[in-house]
């Protein structure tokens, strides 16, 4: 590879953790980077040139981009329009805006993997509220099920259960996916990536552990505990499925598997996932140069898991909302295997991800209490 | 450990590509950083703000320092007389600017030696050329011998072999550690960390292999293979040095093998080094985080040794000066292991240290063959 290749102009459309931590891996290559991003002081800003701008303003975008080579984003929320004009300039646009507008809408994701015979849970796409309780009355819906709005849902937000017949008066009245409620057995994720050249690589699957009554994730395990034949089954669909998408860059997959053991897809994203930060400590290359490697067409590294990991969010504790102060960190640095890693979010709120902490080791047992042990005593209060 | 322990303002004196992989590592806590660095863009700029100013000039250190809480360095040829000036008003600065001097005069350090028990070379101290003729010709040294000048060498500069008569026609003339010629078996280093509170740990020695005829270093290898006794005397030796000399933050101590196996104290730094870079990929705490760890006073991370690890340095090739292009990386990051660091320098020069390379894995003789295809494969030109 000559200089050209690797020395592009860089734009990263969001400024956040992800954009933080693209930029931290960036600096080891010397990579440009810019990000653009609305929040002074972004996270992304320690590391990155940061433009002070909306990425879903279409002039803003567009302007972002009139001087560099290269375009990517943190978050599938953006402005593809704007996105679409600089591809049409020449300039190399990854992930592909066709599929970041496929997967912005939830109907059509769906409607995608149903098409290409990918496993999801069945579904009925629904225009309003009315159109779903004519649905429901006409027998065509069961109770319990989700509604999830097919645009502008984001980490829970825009999703639903509808459990009895008195939610169907809060109904979400826009256009939506109603999905059937999956018995779920586990949840997992595996992030696949995948180069200009085409060349694909998928990492092993990570556990999502919930609380068993708060719908609230309680941390990541990985290699997640799966039959070899669940485990080979996930990676080959989020292979097929970076593939079938066209995305050059990164997807993160999240799976469920239900009582049955078969595997459904919930949700993708289309750029590097909270689900895949352990990859930093625990595995032969992190998402993030695994990103730059594949968006600047260069080989991609190994996916092999190095150490058994469990990955904590460092989410804003109940009750305290402003300047954010962190404490027991020293107590958790004192932990063997224990990697923290903090946003610089200035203002912290209630459950807000402020940093995550990866735990490493050989025994996963060891692992876990010690992710235990981190878990109640690094908080950030204000 | 509150907020306020782990995001005091911080100052790093240089901004080369030390200070850079410091600031890489600060981002991971979000610590506020800036440099203090003559070269406009300088390395370490692509991750810290960089104040404009000369680390070896008083008056910009003293600026530099005014409105930081801890002041701490990347190079040991910086102004001691304002780090005094700045520690007396309060200031953390480490390490500790008597420490540094002792560092800074060669001399000094050499009588610290023997002063304290710790092996060395044997040296005689020379005001100039003309002393050094006189004990010459008293029949006090005997050639082959090495002239140092206690101050200002860095990285070869300064040290020249005295191996006949006629080289004795030119002598430095100025102050000169003179050094009877060591019959080299092995050189090695070892890194230790020390922080706030006295809490000391040491890396395992690393290896450095020298082409066999010209003095260049052709890459460093770690574990170094040694005896247990010479392994532990090493470490035991670096452990001791770094309390005695006072040191917060790390030390890199530079170490001869003889014949007879027995161990003598080349040279060290007060500061992330060279040798240490395989930290970042193949030990548990990278040197850079350690430092950081040991300047803040948080508990020490673990040394251990996580792969066996070969590091090349990136040199400016031979006959090439200007814009720095690099050739090779694609085939280099094909091969499994590889790390590639590029320290951002514009400009490259005949061996200018332009980057590194780390490669890992489980088997030695594996990573000795990927590391001679990077060898031959990345190079900088321009």
Do not use: Q, W
């Given at each position: 590879m000559n200089a050209s290749k690797i020395s592009p102009t860089i734009g990263i459309l969001g400024g956040g953790q992800l954009g933080k931590m693209l930029a931290q891996a960036g600096a080891d290559w010397n990579l440009d980077i810019s990000v653009l991003d609305?929040?002074?002081?972004?996270?992304?800003?320690c590391c990155a040139k940061q433009i002070l701008g909306?990425?879903?303003d279409y002039e803003a975008v567009l302007e972002f981009g009139r001087d560099k080579d290269l375009i990517t984003i943190e978050?599938?929320?953006?402005n593809l329009d704007a996105l679409r004009v600089l591809k049409g300039r020449g300039k190399k646009v990854y992930p592909d805006p066709d599929a970041v507008a496929l997967i912005q809408d939830k109907g059509l994701q769906k409607e995608f993997y149903s098409r290409h015979g990918f496993p999801t849970s069945e579904f009925i796409l629904a225009a309003n509220a009315t159109e779903i309780l004519q649905l429901e009355e006409a027998g065509k819906?069961?109770?319990p099920f989700v509604q999830k709005l097919t645009?502008?849902?984001?980490?829970?937000?825009g999703v639903q259960i509808v459990?009895?017949?008195?939610?169907?008066?809060?109904?979400?009245?826009a256009p939506s996916v109603i999905e059937s409620l999956v018995n779920i057995k586990k949840e997992i994720a595996v992030l696949a990536a995948r180069n200009v050249s085409g060349e694909i690589i998928t990492y092993d699957p990570v556990e999502m552990i919930f609380h068993p009554t708060a719908n609230l994730l309680l941390y990541q395990e990985c290699p997640?505990?799966?039959d070899d034949t669940i485990n080979t089954k996930a990676k080959s669909i989020a292979h097929e499925l970076i593939s079938k998408l066209n995305i050059v860059g990164l997807l993160a997959v999240e799976l469920f598997i239900n009582q049955h053991d078969e595997i459904l897809i919930n949700e993708v994203a289309p750029r590097p996932h909270?689900?895949?930060?352990?990859?930093?400590?625990?595995?032969?290359?992190s998402q993030f140069h695994q990103h730059w490697r594949a968006v600047l067409d260069l080989p991609l590294g190994s996916a092999d898991t190095l150490h058994h990991s469990i990955l904590l969010n460092v989410l804003g504790e109940s009750g305290y909302s402003g300047d954010a102060i962190y404490s027991g960190i020293d107590k958790c640095l004192a932990l063997p295997g224990v990697y923290i890693h903090l946003y610089g979010k200035k203002q912290t709120k209630?459950?807000?991800?402020?940093g995550h902490v990866t735990i490493i080791g050989k025994d996963i047992d060891q692992v876990r209490d010690i992710a235990k042990e981190v878990s109640k005593t690094l908080k950030v209060i204000a």
């Open positions: 609305p929040t002074p002081d972004s996270p992304a800003s909306n990425f879903r978050i599938e929320d953006v819906l069961k109770i645009k502008a849902g984001y980490d829970g937000r459990n009895e017949i008195t939610d169907l008066d809060n109904l979400f009245d997640a505990e799966l909270n689900s895949g930060h352990h990859t930093i400590e625990a595995c032969s290359t209630p459950f807000r991800k402020m």
